[in-house]
């Protein structure tokens, strides 16, 4: 059955149950004109939105599965309000779906959706759908709550700091890369790509321990750490060789024969956090999380990032995914 045989009204009735995990904040859901819900006395609000492109962000078939599509839109948001510190709340997402998709493909797509949502108890409230001609795209917004005055940004990088990130860089490219030549194995790299785990406990934690500035991994070490210093200010001096990199995407490289630093600076989709501290801090987090690595130290200078190996320091450019 094709989405042009069920309609718009059908298919929101195919996709409309368990979509609230936190009901007592929900005023209206799904079913009219807008949602209503209640926030919290004392926090700020957090809003984030992305889009996803079938054949620019994912490829069905080969890159992806309908699950790990509706999975990956939301933790992208997800992650977003990881780097502001923030706890995820609610989404709304809207989709544009070809009329000759299969219904059992949309409905596989929202149980995507909706897992990754019941993992970290975000509701959703609706959206919209409306027609593609040329292959689908979804767009999901999220909000979530901090408290007030506690938002962490790119800007408060501070001489002095410690340049950290969380578990291992590169792998969701390495992944792709993967899937791409269509080698079998390589198991953990494919699921960083497919089905990111967006780092919310650790930016909690990062609230709590006094970080200075922080930034999701979206676009590539390289792209967000330039986007600190430059927000901030300073000058990053990254030690190359302490990025932590996974034995997985070590073995790709070296199988490809082809150069790891690309995965891990210029990749991107890893949804992990670069962040920096002061050290007393950081080595206070790292009791509490020990997945986290020092990959360098923050002091004064033109908003650059410098890459340190081999015994000298080369300007580190903002390369990465850039959608234009």
């Avoid at 004392?42 to 890159?63: E, K, L, R, Y």
Wanted: include cysteine.
């Amino acid at each position: 059955m094709k989405i042009s045989d069920i309609g718009e009204f059908g298919f929101i009735d195919a996709i409309k149950a368990d979509t609230l995990y936190h009901k007592e904040n929900v005023v209206v859901g799904i079913g009219d004109d807008g949602a209503v819900y209640t926030t919290t006395p004392g926090w700020q609000q957090v809003a984030v939105i992305d889009t996803m492109v079938q054949n620019s962000h994912f490829i069905v078939g080969q890159t992806a599965t309908w699950h790990d599509v509706g999975f990956k839109a939301v933790a992208s948001n997800l992650s977003d309000i990881a780097a502001m510190g923030a706890v995820p709340t609610h989404i709304v997402l809207s989709t544009a779906l070809a009329p000759q998709m299969e219904v059992d493909d949309v409905v596989e797509m929202y149980r995507g959706i909706k897992d990754i949502c019941r993992a970290y108890e975000v509701n959703i409230l609706g959206g919209d759908t409306v027609m593609s001609k040329e292959g689908v795209v979804i767009t999901v917004a999220a909000f979530g709550e901090i408290e007030a005055g506690k938002a962490l940004l790119r800007s408060g990088a501070q001489a002095g700091d410690v340049i950290a990130v969380s578990h291992t860089i590169g792998d969701s490219a390495g992944g792709l890369d993967v899937l791409l030549a269509g080698q079998d194995g390589y198991e953990a790299l494919k699921k960083a790509h497919q089905y990111p785990e967006p780092q919310i406990s650790l930016g909690r934690l990062l609230v709590q321990h006094h970080c200075h500035s922080l930034n999701d991994i979206s676009d590539g070490l390289a792209s967000e750490s330039n986007e600190i210093a430059k927000a901030s200010g300073v000058e990053l001096v990254i030690d190359r060789d302490k990025v932590p990199t996974s034995d997985g995407l070590k073995a790709w490289a070296a199988s490809s024969g082809k150069d790891i630093w690309k995965f891990v600076f210029n990749g991107g989709e890893d949804y992990e956090l670069v962040f920096t501290m002061a050290p007393a801090d950081f080595q206070a987090l790292q009791a509490d999380y020990p997945a986290v690595t020092a990959i360098g130290t923050v002091r004064p200078g033109p908003g650059r990032v410098l890459l340190r190996h081999d015994g000298g320091e080369q300007v580190l450019p903002p390369t990465g995914w850039t959608h234009f």
